[in-house]
């Protein structure tokens, strides 16, 4: 049966493993794992690669995709020895290294209703957040009641019945804005089904952090957020993949509870220390066919000759030149041109013909950024000197799906070129970034074949290329998945007008010194969030300096055209015109960046703005309870400051920020209006509110 099955698969090329359906025959042997001693049955399969370790391998079914699919077709045992470890790494929940942290035991329930096969959702109102029922396991609770106690809190759901509990736990670490302190929950998951639609009245509380949605089974992976705890916990119900990422070791004895990338190194130190194993490196460059059978590439330069065999062309008739008139639809056009193919042999000058293949479009791209540096030299490909000054390249942007194919054969170029004496430099990219991709509004990667993609001509015509290009940098840091959202760019066109009405009316004259240190400071962070890719933060910072030039009676020309270069790096038309509005006859894509002068930001004035910010979110927060429990508006807004801090809240901004007159008082005016004495609660950077 075992040979059978190698002569089956004795013919596969390496390249095809992939796409073969996995499969493989019981050997009748076992191997021992030298760690545990526990005995491992031995399979053939057909997708281990012979030249791949030793060729024999130890499969983990629950943290390989191959080795899940091969053992859930043969019923082989699945043995989780590795947690899912999830980190929030962006927005404004990333995990933050430098806080407190408070570790969480915390219930996931899974809710069913089996008439319709839908499960119950959770869509949050002021974010993106979507998940199921979620929270913590109180003092005297177990996972059941704490997961029962949830359900009813959340959803109203009473008449539910208990399932199963999903084996495993899934660890998760985020930034809990509220609580100002890092979380580190310990999730466990219990599967429910709905008996009935009987459910009590939610609290208004609740109803107002988020919405109950019923989804599709086939729709909950495109409903949940990408990349995340939940959708992880989700596929773990379902059974539908492996986890292959990093996490925390379990079921490994002494290792467990370990950091699987440390785990590594300590398993390696054992099976040393144990003289059963040691690590090594294994560097591979898979074979690189440059040849295709197509029309579009660069002609191979090669002849054949009956009598002579395989002959280079000379070099004074390079380079070989693609026929024009060639007719397509029946494979290689090359193939099939006859008086192009014929050719008279270099070496005895008998007929001859020319090789039909032309190299891959990968061999010119592993070196065209040399061509770059001297691209109108005419005798030579480039000059040694030329490439030497201007190499190598300080940053390289694209997909990660040319790690392993462009970039390698890029740097497989270069030190070839170095070794033959043609160039000095070693790398010839110095920094890589990799971008992510664009989701369209169904979450589904943006492509022709699934109807989703957003035309940018469309788009343009419709807000403005420079909106699309703020939104799109406005909702993510750029190493992220995107997703496109009409209600988004909404915002983004909103920001974009109001620059533009704006600006070329802003009164010019001297800045305030408060604009003059908000200004600085800008240019300062925004140059490093910039050069870092940051660019969803140096938007915000974009957005805030805006809102406080917005509210100055007049502005310096030199702070407004500041605020144009910094903004036409994310909206170059806009900006461009608007610095043609305010007087400039020059382009402004061709003025210096601002550099910023740290004499002027005073640290003092920062804080003072953040106070006013945070007085203005109290107030605003102070109306909303007001409205929600009496059911109606507050009609004045009165504040009291401390003497020398008077200054700082203008009475004219704030009646404009919040939408209703707000009158300024200093503690110590006798004249103030303070029926209930609260200009006695006033503090520094915390002046006191009184509403009514």
């Not at 430098?98 to 996931?108: G, H, L, S, T």
């Amino acid at each position: 049966m075992g040979e059978d099955f190698l002569k089956k698969i004795k013919s596969t090329s390496e390249k095809d493993f992939e796409a073969l359906e996995k499969e493989g025959v019981f050997t009748g042997s076992y191997a021992v794992n030298p760690m545990t001693n526990e005995k491992v049955p031995v399979y053939a399969g057909n997708f281990v690669v012979a030249d791949y370790g030793s060729g024999m391998v130890m499969a983990v079914p629950a943290h390989d995709a191959r080795d899940f699919e091969f053992a859930k077709k043969y019923n082989i045992p699945i043995k989780e020895v590795i947690q899912p470890v999830y980190v929030n790494t962006s927005g404004s929940d990333a995990y933050r290294k430098n806080e407190p942290k408070v570790e969480i035991k915390a219930v996931v329930a899974i809710i069913k209703n089996p008439k319709n096969n839908k499960y119950l959702l959770l869509q949050w109102k002021k974010n993106d957040w979507r998940g199921f029922v979620i929270g913590g396991i109180e003092s005297g609770e177990d996972l059941l009641s704490a997961a029962k106690r949830e359900i009813e809190e959340e959803t109203g759901y009473t008449d539910i019945k208990f399932i199963k509990k999903i084996e495993g736990v899934v660890h998760s670490k985020f930034y809990h804005e509220t609580k100002k302190q890092n979380r580190d929950a310990h999730f466990e998951t219990l599967y429910f089904e709905l008996n009935s639609d009987k459910r009590n009245e939610i609290s208004k509380e609740e109803s107002k952090i988020h919405n109950i949605v019923w989804i599709d089974e086939n729709k909950v992976d495109k409903f949940l957020v990408r990349d995340n705890d939940i959708l992880i916990i989700w596929k773990r119900f379902r059974g539908q993949e492996c986890y292959e990422s990093f996490g925390k070791l379990i079921n490994s004895g002494a290792f467990s509870e370990l950091d699987s990338d440390e785990a590594k190194e300590h398993i390696t130190k054992a099976l040393e220390f144990k003289k059963l194993g040691k690590k090594t490196i294994q560097y591979k460059l898979r074979d690189w066919l440059i040849s295709r059978q197509r029309y579009w590439g660069t002609p191979i330069p090669i002849v054949y000759c009956a009598k002579c065999g395989i002959i280079p062309v000379p070099e004074k008739e390079l380079p070989v030149k693609l026929p024009e008139n060639v007719k397509f639809g029946k494979g290689n056009p090359l193939a099939t041109d006859e008086k192009w193919i014929k050719i008279k042999c270099p070496k005895c000058k008998g007929d001859a013909r020319r090789e039909t293949d032309t190299m891959d479009t990968f061999f010119d791209s592993s070196w065209y950024y040399l061509r770059y540096a001297d691209n109108k030299n005419s005798k030579i490909p480039f000059d040694k000197s030329k490439v030497n000054y201007w190499m190598p390249i300080d940053q390289y942007i694209g997909g990660a799906e040319h790690a392993c194919m462009h970039l390698i054969y890029a740097r497989f170029f270069t030190k070839a070129l170095r070794d033959l004496g043609y160039l000095k430099i070693d790398e010839p990219f110095l920094k890589l970034f990799n971008q992510g991709m664009l989701h369209g509004e169904d979450g589904a990667v943006m492509s022709k074949s699934r109807g989703n993609v957003v035309l940018p001509e469309e788009v343009s015509k419709k807000y403005g290329i420079d909106t699309a290009r703020i939104f799109l940098m406005s909702v993510a840091l750029p190493e992220k998945d995107t997703q496109w959202s009409d209600k988004g760019i909404e915002g983004s066109l909103r920001f974009i007008k109001k620059v533009f009405e704006t600006l070329p009316k802003m009164k010019t004259g001297k800045s305030s010194r408060k604009i003059e240190s908000r200004i600085n400071k800008t240019i300062k962070e925004l140059s490093e969030e910039i050069v870092e890719f940051r660019y969803n933060l140096a938007i915000i910072k974009l957005r805030k300096i805006f809102e406080a030039i917005e509210q100055e009676s007049e502005v310096s020309k030199k702070d407004i055209e500041s605020f144009l270069k910094m903004l036409s790096v994310f909206a170059p038309h806009i900006a461009e015109e608007i610095w043609n509005r305010i007087g400039n006859k020059s382009f402004i894509s061709l003025e210096k960046w601002p550099i910023a002068d740290e004499k002027k930001i005073d640290l003092n004035l920062e804080k003072s703005e953040e106070a006013v910010e945070k007085t203005i979110e109290d107030i605003l927060n102070i109306l909303k309870i007001i409205k929600e429990k009496q059911g109606k508006d507050a009609e004045n807004v009165y504040l009291y400051a401390i003497p020398n801090e008077f200054e700082n809240y203008n009475s004219e901004v704030l009646s404009r920020r919040i939408g209703k007159e707000v009158k300024v008082f200093a503690v110590n005016d006798r004249s103030k209006y303070d029926p209930e004495n609260k200009s006695s609660k006033a503090k520094p950077n915390r002046p006191a509110i009184f509403v009514e």
